[in-house]
Antibody, heavy 122, light 109 residues
Framework: QVQLVQSRAEVKKPGASVRVSCKASGYTFSRYAIHWVRQAPGQRPEWMAWINPGNGETKYSRKFQGRVTVTTDTSFSYMELSGLKSEDTAVYFC?????????????????WGQGTLVTVSS | QSVLTQPPSASGTPGQRVTISCSGSSSNIGSKTVSWYQQLPGMAPKLLIYGNHHRPSGVPDRFSGSKSGASASLAISGLQSEDEADYYCASWDDSLTWLFGGGTKLTVL
């Protein structure tokens, strides 16, 4: 079955970087988009980035442009966020998007990883 | 800055029908499709509705979605205790980002 399994929780100091991994299984990884979405405590989900694993094309939210980098490697996707601030404390999710034979940037998120809690604290 | 607006809370008794609204604008819901997500406490969101009214395989037909203009609605009929969760709408926006609604906490009385 389709599954996205993410790396463990992280605690980081302000100014540091964090890298979260997401292992996909149960489908053809290169064919479907991966999005990264975060959710701060008690807040709505917030879209951060998209990647087409088939060709490596990426799109980033303007809010995170310059601070976030998303990559893929075989069946893994990685999200790296730099210049961490306390406001970046959140659960970070990878999600499976649409078929990149079509409009996979604008198709919804049909499977989510379990989430990775990133805590930023001095 | 575009936003999607949902009521913060909704409630109903078992067996009742409840609806949750999501209001946007011409740059998102008014010209794009809407999806809905259910988030149980401590869990990741789960896709409930896509393309305004389509249900993924495995989602009960008690859940239904609709859209009119720049607003969308999620209806849950035959309310059950396990439906108690947070519900979020989402839509792509012309500002080149995905937007999520503020979430509606559904309580089954």
């Amino acid at each position: 079955q389709v599954q996205l399994v993410q790396s463990r929780a992280e605690v980081k100091k302000p100014g540091a970087s964090v890298r979260v991994s997401c292992k996909a299984s149960g489908y053809t990884f290169s064919r479907y988009a991966i999005h990264w979405v975060r959710q701060a405590p008690g807040q709505r989900p917030e879209w951060m980035a998209w990647i087409n694993p088939g060709n490596g094309e990426t799109k980033y939210s303007r809010k995170f442009q310059g601070r976030v980098t998303v990559t893929t490697d075989t069946s893994f996707s990685y999200m790296e966020l730099s210049g961490l601030k306390s406001e970046d404390t959140a659960v970070y999710f990878c999600t499976k998007g649409g078929d990149c034979g079509g409009d996979c940037l604008r198709d919804p998120f049909d499977m989510w990883g379990q989430g990775t809690l990133v805590t930023v604290s001095s | 800055q575009s936003v999607l607006t949902q009521p913060p809370s909704a409630s109903g008794t078992p067996g009742q029908r409840v609806t949750i609204s999501c209001s946007g604008s011409s740059s998102n819901i008014g010209s794009k499709t809407v999806s809905w997500y259910q988030q149980l406490p401590g869990m990741a969101p789960k896709l409930l509705i896509y393309g305004n009214h389509h249900r993924p395989s495995g989602v009960p037909d008690r859940f239904s979605g609709s859209k009119s203009g720049a607003s969308a609605s999620l209806a849950i009929s035959g309310l059950q205790s396990e439906d108690e969760a947070d519900y979020y709408c989402a839509s792509w926006d012309d500002s080149l980002t995905w937007l999520f609604g503020g979430g509606t906490k559904l309580t089954v009385l």
